[in-house]
C-alpha cells in the first residue's frame, strides 16, 4: 500500500488526488490510502480512488501554538500508517 498524507492547503489534497489517479491508471491493483485533515476531505473531488481514507487529528499536524507543522506529520509517519 501507498500511504499519501495530506493537509493544510487544498492544493495538498488536489496533488494527492492527481497521484492518485496517476497511479490507478498505470497500477489498477495498488492499495492507495491516505490520511487527511478534516476541511481536505470535503474537498477531495473523487475519494474512489483511496482504499482508504482516514482524518487526522489535529495533533498530527499542528504544533502547540496551532501553526501547521509538517514535522509533526513526517516524525510520526510509521505510527500514521500502522493503525
Known sequence: MILLVAFGKR??????????FSIKKHSPDLKIGLWVDEWLHSQLPDKSL???IRILSESDYRNDKGKVD????????YRLGCE
Open 11 to 20: 492544493g495538498y489534497g488536489l496533488m494527492a488526488h492527481n497521484l492518485a
Open 50 to 52: 483511496f482504499d482508504d
Open 70 to 77: 509538517p514535522a509533526i506529520a513526517k516524525t510520526q509517519i
